[in-house]
C-alpha cells in the first residue's frame, strides 16, 4: 500500500501497472464497507483490467480499508470523498482517467462526473441505478445497524446483511456510521442529464439495492445499460458479464 494526504485525510491506494506498454489509466472507487482488496482486488478485476492494457489506480475511501479514520458525517459528504479521487490523480501526475465505482463508489464516481468531468475519459457505474436520482443511499437503518453491540441484535434482513459485511472486511463501525449518516447527497435529473461522458451503468438482474440501471442509463445522453444477469448486489461486483462488457466499454470508448 502507499499513502497520500488528500487536505489532511491520509489515503490508502494502489497503483498497478498494465502488464505490457503504457496502457490508459482506470480509478476504481469501491463500495460502502468495503476496500479496494475485497472490492478489486479479490474479485480479480485489477487482474483483468492490467491484462488488457490497462493501469489500474484503486484507493481506500476515507473511513475504509487502511485509509483515515474520520467520525464527524459532515466529513464523508460525496463531493469531499470524489474530491480524494481528483487529489489522488493530482498526486499521481494523471491528467485524465475512466472512472469505475460501484455502489457507493459508483454514487462518488458520479459526484465526481459533475464537478469535474475534465479529469475522466468515462463514467463507469456499477451497483447503483435510479436510486442515485431517486435515493439518498442506504437507509440510515444501516447506520444504526452499525452501533448495535452485535449481529444477533438485528433483524432486519438489509441491516443484518451490512453489518456482517461490516464485519467481515474488518471495518471501523463507528466510522461506518458516521459515513452513511454524511454522504446522502442526491443528484438530481438535470443535474445527471447535465453528464455527457461516456457512461456505463451496469446492475444485476436481482439487485434490490440499486434501483434500475436502465432508468438511471435514459436520464444520461451518453449512457449504455448492462445488466448483470441473475445477480444480485453483491454477485454483480465480479460476475464475468460485468467484466466482459466493462471491457468491451472501454475498447469503445473514444
Avoid at 478489486?40 to 475504509?64: E, I, M, Q, S
Wanted: proline fraction near 5%.
Amino acid at each position: 500500500m502507499r499513502y497520500f494526504n488528500s487536505n489532511g485525510v491520509s489515503i490508502a491506494y494502489i497503483d498497478v501497472p498494465p502488464h505490457e506498454g503504457q496502457g490508459d489509466p482506470i480509478l476504481l472507487i469501491h463500495g460502502f464497507a468495503s476496500n479496494h482488496a475485497v472490492n478489486w482486488v479479490n474479485t480479480l478485476w485489477v487482474k483483468t483490467l492490467t491484462r488488457a492494457g490497462y493501469r489500474v489506480v484503486a484507493f481506500d475511501n476515507r473511513g475504509h480499508g487502511q485509509s483515515e479514520k474520520l467520525y464527524d458525517p459532515e466529513a464523508y459528504n460525496s463531493y469531499r470523498m470524489a474530491e480524494d479521487g481528483c487529489r489522488l490523480l493530482d498526486h499521481l501526475g494523471i491528467e485524465r482517467a475512466d472512472v469505475m465505482g460501484y455502489s457507493m463508489g459508483a454514487r462518488i464516481t458520479a459526484h465526481m462526473a459533475l464537478t469535474t468531468p475534465e479529469r475522466m475519459r468515462s463514467m463507469l457505474l456499477g451497483g447503483l441505478g435510479i436510486h442515485l436520482v431517486e435515493g439518498v443511499g442506504l437507509p440510515l437503518g444501516i447506520a444504526d445497524a452499525m452501533e448495535v453491540r452485535s449481529l444477533d441484535d438485528l433483524t432486519d434482513p438489509m441491516q443484518r446483511m451490512f453489518r456482517a459485511f461490516a464485519e467481515q472486511t474488518g471495518s471501523d463501525l463507528k466510522a461506518l456510521a458516521a459515513c452513511i449518516r454524511g454522504s446522502r447527497q442526491v443528484l438530481t435529473e438535470d443535474e445527471v442529464a447535465s453528464i455527457t461522458l461516456p457512461t456505463l451503468v451496469s446492475v444485476g438482474t436481482r439487485d434490490d439495492v440499486s434501483g434500475s440501471g436502465p432508468e438511471l442509463a435514459r436520464l444520461i445522453p451518453n449512457a449504455k445499460a448492462l445488466d448483470i444477469p441473475g445477480r444480485d448486489h453483491n454477485l454483480a461486483v465480479g460476475d464475468k458479464v460485468h467484466k466482459q462488457g466493462v471491457l468491451d466499454f472501454l475498447a469503445q470508448r473514444p
